[in-house]
């Protein structure tokens, strides 16, 4: 059975989407996940994406993609090419959030400083990455 985004009612909108991205035993933010899915998309042929599946309880591993997708499209890291969302595609706050966050030690800098405040959101990750890049562009005297 398939289901439309745009048939949910606004007013029931989570639970409308509740069994369509198969968030019934609830769902964990995964940081590392969001960046895989994010490099995934760069080094793929192509600029557009499968948008989050529609199937009916979906498998633990397509509701895990499909709610983190919409994680990444809330922050504005992806954006969705039509109202269905039947196709995404990586945006220019994506690639950035890449390029500062591509080498290893970047990342998990950022994570460390992300975990050092409670609550810290997908776009607050986006900053903190931001903020890496400028304190060592800083570091080679460059005048940011």
Same mark, same amino acid.
């Given at each position: %059975? ?24 609830? %769902? ?8 895989e899915?994010?490099?995934? %998309? ?13 199937? %009916? ?65 997908v ?13 060592k ?8």
């Amino acid at each position: %059975m398939r289901a439309e985004w745009n048939r949910c009612d606004p007013e029931a909108f989570v639970a409308c989407l509740t069994p369509i991205i198969g968030m019934e035993g609830g %769902m964990i933010r995964d940081n590392d996940y969001l960046r895989e899915i994010l490099i995934k %998309m760069e080094v793929a042929d192509g600029y557009k994406f499968n948008g989050p599946s529609r199937v %009916m309880a979906p498998s633990p591993e397509e509701a895990r993609y499909n709610y983190h997708l919409l994680l990444l499209i809330d922050a504005g890291l992806v954006s969705p090419m039509d109202p269905q969302m039947n196709t995404v595609r990586m945006t220019g706050q994506g690639h950035d959030f890449l390029a500062a966050t591509r080498r290893s030690e970047a990342w998990e800098a950022v994570k460390e400083q992300a975990a050092k405040i409670p609550g810290a959101s997908v776009g607050m990750l986006a900053k903190i990455a931001e903020g890496y890049v400028i304190a060592k562009a800083r570091e080679l005297g460059l005048p940011i």
